[in-house]
């Protein structure tokens, strides 16, 4: 067993050199999700004897609500409470957006990171969503079809302002 740690940790001192990178951290993560994802997949086979497939409605769906969800939870102003333990805020990133950076080490840092970045964030929601359409298919398309107004509503607001500028010169 030594000697596999002994390797992992070679492996880290080798790929991050003098950089705070949380290989194990990231591993951990990593296991969370394939365990949850497992345990979801495994419960709605269970369940239905198959899943249902997504149709196009439902993949715009899920794509708009994906990007939305994912940016209010790793860049809104409202939505940083619940990133503080594991960031440092850092500036503004855009209109309504923060900027912020992971701090900590191991597991708070790789948190940190996650939740940071919509990219990252994204996966999760987007798997949250697929499960929703499983075991509650109503309820996960009615809150897909508010999070797409409410994008909707960001690219109306942002295209309001770039108009209201190029009119006063």
Known sequence: MNTVVDTARKQK??????????????????????????????????????????????????????????????????????RAPFTRYSGTSGPAELAEEARGHGVRHAVGELITCPFCTGQWVATAYAAGLVFAPDATRLAGATMTAVAGSDWLQLAYARLQQSAEG
Do not use: F, N, Q
Request: without cysteine; glycine residues 10%; hydrophobic residues 40%.
């Open 13 to 82: 001192d080798e790929y991050a050199g003098d950089a705070d990178r949380p290989l194990g951290s990231y591993l951990g993560t990593m296991a969370v999700y394939a365990v949850t994802t497992g345990a979801m997949a495994l419960l709605a086979w269970r369940r239905r004897g198959r899943t249902p497939p997504v149709g196009l409605g439902d993949l715009a769906l899920m794509t708009i609500t994906t990007h939305k969800l994912s940016r209010l939870i790793a860049k809104d102003p409202v939505t940083s409470p619940l």
